[in-house]
């Protein structure tokens, strides 16, 4: 009989912390889903050994001639292990068109500001340069549009007096980790209707 949970694909490309709080609360009874698969874009991730006992693959993009190929080489892997969300837990790789059609509405990304303030890389170091006030993490759907997508959830986090990038990055982590399970948890349980731009969490959160 198949497994009836909510299957999640993960792409990963580097530390996968978020992968492990999935996980953790998968075994935990926390989370209602499943992990149907990880899939790295780089050979040496540290995520790769923190899969728990979903199966790993490194997908490397120089055996693909352009990203959409790569991206559709990810497509296949991904409707092979049944997945139902795709989740990018600190995925270091533009998403094309390819990736993202199959699973409008299914694919969510975790970045660690407010967006849409500091997109792109080293959104910490970008607000603590910025001399932003208050920063935090977004969990949003993804579209064409680098980190720009619907967004689901937010979570404010507070620069601090002599804070450095590190001591920022870790309180964001730790905000992010609870912010993604959420977010995971509300499409689990068939929330999170989509009208345009907008996203209602019917008054949870
Ligand atoms: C996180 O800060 C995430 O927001 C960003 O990359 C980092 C990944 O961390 N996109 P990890 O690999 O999940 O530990």
Redesign the pocket.
């Known amino acids: 009989m198949s497994d009836p949970r909510l299957t999640l694909g993960i792409l990963?490309?580097?530390?996968?912390?978020?992968?492990?709080?999935i996980v953790e609360a998968i075994a935990d009874g926390a989370l209602p889903a499943r992990v149907g698969v990880v899939l790295s874009s780089k050979k040496d991730?540290?995520?790769l050994q923190k899969a728990g006992d979903a199966p790993t693959y490194f997908v490397d993009p120089a055996g693909y001639a352009d990203r959409a190929e790569y991206d559709g080489a990810l497509v296949n892997l991904l409707k092979a292990h049944g997945v139902d969300l795709v989740v990018?837990?600190?995925?270091?790789r533009w998403v094309t068109p390819t990736l993202i059609e199959p699973y409008r509405g299914r694919i969510i990304?975790?970045?660690?500001s407010l967006l849409p303030a500091f997109p792109g890389l080293r959104?910490?170091r970008q607000a603590l340069e910025h001399g932003a006030k208050i920063t935090g993490?977004t969990v949003h759907f993804v579209d064409e549009k680098m980190d720009d997508g619907p967004i689901i959830a937010q979570t404010a986090v507070p620069i601090l007096e002599g804070d450095t990038e590190a001591l920022l990055?870790d309180r964001?982590?730790h905000e992010?980790?609870r912010l993604l399970l959420s977010a995971i948890g509300h499409v689990a349980a068939g929330r999170l209707p989509l009208d345009g731009r907008i996203v209602s969490v019917g008054g949870v959160s």
């Open positions: 990963v490309s580097g530390r996968g912390s978020n992968l492990a709080a991730a540290q995520a990018l837990a600190g995925y270091m990304n975790i970045h660690p959104a910490q993490c990055s964001i982590l992010e980790h």
